[in-house]
């Protein structure tokens, strides 16, 4: 099992990511991810600055997504970033959340099309090629090509995404895979989807790390780590997720209809109050062998990466000590 660290903007400024990456690296951690989402701090900035205080983990988007994100830009500060770091870099991808793409006015009626068409291209950019293309969304000419020749010609392309279509195209055409696993109970739907795409592309299943991501509160004991901070993530985040990651905790989206509403209505400080135990069942929740057990879990469903994201704990600091100290080793056999 290898582990990674996410980051998000619920760590606050860019400067708290980097100090927690650089933890991170120090406690064993492999993969350093970032997220990029609308309207919060740029994962290419962060990225870049992660990039020049670490020396061996990975670094990835999760996820860029091809609508605020052209393929070529897309490409443009993958390559760079790979060429900084001499090959450290990996390019996280999906459509993204639709909702947000509402917000930005911009039509979104052919996601899964979006994403094949833009790993083509980031493909074909990277390879040195020539990438005049005549798809559904995208059509370039004979001038789009990169003018400098890549450290690699082959980055590594994880596929994000919830729904049945998406995971298994991730196995088909992905180098990783980037399933949701909030909660951790579908991950074996996820895997077994993922599989499907992977057998029907010919390929063998060791071709494709299956890096899940996962929301982590570590504390003491359990009690410890429920907090407001995770509150705070499934009261946001739980009206968004797919019905068959719900289900397999038995959630529905009608649970989260009430918090959903109080959150626009009140604010968040009002909606976590709606938050029940259940709900928090989205998370790995408690103390470091609670949460072993959870990340054992995964293993046995055919998790290769597991990607911790926040909350991480009442300390994200003292969590990421106490992952390094405590839960890597046991997955190490140290």
């Known amino acids: 099992m290898k582990f990674g660290l996410r980051l998000a903007d619920w760590f606050g400024t860019t400067q708290n990511m980097v100090d927690l990456a650089v933890l991170a690296e120090k406690n064993g951690f492999d993969y350093c991810w970032v997220s990029h989402d609308v309207f919060m701090r740029s994962s290419f900035v962060t990225l870049a600055c992660i990039a020049n ?78 990438a005049a293309y005549d798809g559904k969304e995208f059509q370039w000419s004979e001038q789009c090509y990169m003018r400098y020749k890549p450290f690699r010609s082959k980055i590594p392309v994880y596929i994000g995404g919830q729904g049945d ?3 298994e195209y991730s196995g088909a055409a992905g180098d990783g895979a980037l399933p949701i696993l909030y909660p951790p ?3 074996e739907y996820a895997v077994e989807k993922i599989s499907e795409g992977i057998k029907k592309a010919g390929k063998n299943r060791s071709e494709v790390d299956i890096a899940g991501c996962v929301w982590m509160s570590i504390a003491k004991d359990r009690e410890a780590a429920m907090i407001d901070p995770l509150k705070e993530l499934v009261a946001y985040f739980g009206p968004l997720l797919g019905a068959k990651g719900l289900a397999a905790v038995g959630l529905t989206h009608e649970q989260f209809v009430p918090v959903h509403e109080t959150f626009k209505q009140k604010g968040l400080r009002e909606a976590i109050k709606l938050v029940t135990p259940e709900m928090l069942r989205l998370a790995i929740l408690g103390s470091p062998d609670d949460c072993i057990s959870q990340i054992e879990k995964l293993q046995k469903a055919g998790v290769d990466q597991v990607l911790i994201g926040a909350p991480l704990g009442p300390n994200p600091r003292e969590s990421i000590d106490m992952i390094g100290r405590e839960i890597i080793p046991r997955f190490r056999g140290e």
């Open 53 to 130: 205080h670490t020396n061996r983990m990975i670094l990835g988007n999760t996820i860029l997504n091809p609508y605020t994100t052209n393929p070529a830009e897309l490409a443009m500060f993958v390559a760079s970033l790979d060429e900084f770091t001499g090959g450290r870099a990996v390019c996280g991808i999906s459509a993204g959340g639709l909702e947000y793409m509402k917000w930005l006015g911009i039509p979104a009626e052919k996601p899964f099309t979006r994403t094949r068409e833009a790993v083509d291209l980031f493909r074909l950019l990277l390879s040195g090629k020539v």
């Open 165 to 167: 279509k998406m995971l």
């Open 185 to 187: 109970e579908f991950a």
